[in-house]
């Protein structure tokens, strides 16, 4: 009986190898443009961008200061942000309450809507068009467009019949929530819908032959299907609550209760306080917190890549 087992990792490596000396110089040439100018690009515009931010969190710099008149302060930077800055602590708690608020509306609703568009109804395709429309603008844009809802002339008003300034009275953080969820909760329902494709119609076939109901189906076979997808939904929402801005920078600048980390980065680093250090400060304390959900991520996939 012969062996037909897969022939061992070394020796696929070794093809591998081989196939890439059968390269010529142009292709090694074309294959170094290729991969060369977007790794150049990537360094210049990410990683010396983070590294300067890391560098400059240790220093304070005056507004019409260069990068070398900086002063090292040490620690005293975060120190200060931990302690004594009053906008800090109530940053965290906004971008936590954005966090919650994402994964039990925008997500749900986004899976519910993935769950019943899936069943194929009349109009399915015009649905999924019309619930996708928003993922293709910009926040900023949707900051507009919200904004035209807000404001006191305003579609709420004119429906209300009031003269109210929605984004200058406390709560408009749940707000402008909503009018990110707008956008948000299409990206989620895209990302089940394509999770739910790949279900093996026969586990459910099998459950409703064990009389499980449409219910039971779905948390017992269909959910923990999803596994996947559930923890890219996961990372995204965390990481699109962690760097929300530019809606919130577009509706009212970021004051008035909507005080978040990445603005209180953008009102330091260039707005009239101009605290370089601070800003880079809180853009580290960013960062390090985003790390703490995208490295776990990053291993799990990257070691799912090499065992394979």
Same mark, same amino acid.
């Given at each position: 009986?012969?062996?037909?087992?897969?022939?061992?990792?070394?020796?696929?490596?070794?093809?591998?190898?081989?196939?890439?000396?059968?390269?010529?110089?142009?292709?090694?040439?074309?294959?170094?443009?290729?991969?060369?100018?977007? $790794?150049?690009?990537?360094?210049?515009?990410?990683?010396?961008?983070?590294?300067?931010?890391?560098?400059?969190?240790?220093?304070?710099?005056?507004?019409?200061?260069?990068?070398?008149?900086?002063?090292?302060?040490?620690?005293?930077?975060?120190?200060?942000?931990? $302690?004594?800055?009053?906008?800090?602590?109530?940053?965290?708690?906004?971008?936590?309450?954005?966090?919650?608020?994402?994964?039990?509306?925008?997500?749900?609703?986004?899976?519910?809507?993935?769950?019943?568009?899936?069943?194929?109804?009349?109009?399915?395709?015009?649905?999924?068009?019309?619930?996708?429309?928003?993922?293709?603008?910009?926040?900023?844009?949707?900051?507009?467009?919200?904004?035209?809802?807000?404001?006191?002339?305003?579609?709420?008003?004119?429906?209300?019949?009031?003269?109210?300034?929605?984004?200058?009275?406390?709560?408009?953080?749940?707000?402008?929530?909503?009018?990110?969820?707008?956008?948000?909760?299409?990206?989620?329902?895209?990302?089940?819908?394509?999770?739910?494709?790949?279900?093996?119609?026969?586990?459910?076939?099998?459950?409703?032959?064990?009389?499980?109901?449409?219910?039971?189906?779905?948390?017992?076979?269909?959910?923990?299907?999803?596994?996947?997808?559930?923890?890219?939904?996961?990372?995204?929402?965390?990481?699109?609550?962690?760097?929300?801005?530019?809606?919130?920078?577009?509706?009212?600048?970021?004051?008035?209760?909507?005080?978040?980390?990445?603005?209180?980065?953008?009102?330091?680093?260039?707005?009239?306080?101009?605290?370089?250090?601070?800003?880079?400060?809180?853009?580290?304390?960013?960062?390090?917190?985003?790390?703490?959900?995208?490295?776990?991520?990053?291993?799990?996939?990257?070691?799912?890549?090499?065992?394979?």
């Amino acid at each position: 009986m012969t062996d037909t087992a897969a022939p061992p990792r070394p020796a696929a490596r070794a093809r591998r190898r081989k196939r890439l000396t059968r390269l010529t110089s142009r292709d090694k040439l074309v294959l170094g443009v290729l991969i060369g100018i977007p $790794t150049l690009l990537h360094i210049a515009l990410i990683w010396v961008p983070t590294i300067g931010s890391v560098i400059l969190s240790f220093g304070t710099l005056g507004p019409l200061d260069n990068i070398t008149d900086m002063k090292w302060v040490g620690l005293q930077n975060y120190e200060q942000i931990f $302690t004594i800055y009053p906008l800090f602590w109530p940053a965290v708690e906004h971008n936590v309450i954005w966090l919650v608020f994402f994964l039990l509306v925008p997500t749900t609703l986004g899976l519910l809507l993935a769950y019943v568009l899936d069943k194929e109804l009349k109009g399915t395709r015009i649905y999924q068009s019309l619930i996708f429309v928003p993922v293709v603008l910009s926040l900023a844009l949707v900051g507009f467009i919200w904004e035209l809802i807000y404001n006191q002339d305003g579609l709420l008003n004119a429906v209300l019949g009031t003269d109210r300034a929605w984004l200058s009275s406390d709560g408009n953080l749940y707000l402008v929530l909503i009018a990110a969820s707008w956008r948000h909760v299409g990206y989620v329902m895209i990302l089940f819908l394509a999770g739910l494709k790949s279900v093996d119609p026969a586990l459910r076939e099998a459950a409703s032959l064990d009389g499980a109901s449409e219910w039971q189906t779905f948390r017992h076979v269909v959910f923990p299907a999803l596994a996947p997808v559930n923890v890219v939904v996961l990372v995204v929402t965390i990481v699109e609550s962690l760097r929300a801005f530019d809606i919130v920078y577009v509706l009212n600048g970021g004051r008035n209760g909507l005080e978040l980390l990445s603005v209180l980065v953008t009102q330091n680093v260039i707005g009239e306080a101009s605290r370089p250090g601070y800003g880079s400060a809180l853009a580290v304390i960013l960062l390090a917190i985003s790390m703490v959900v995208i490295l776990p991520y990053l291993y799990k996939v990257f070691r799912k890549d090499l065992t394979q």
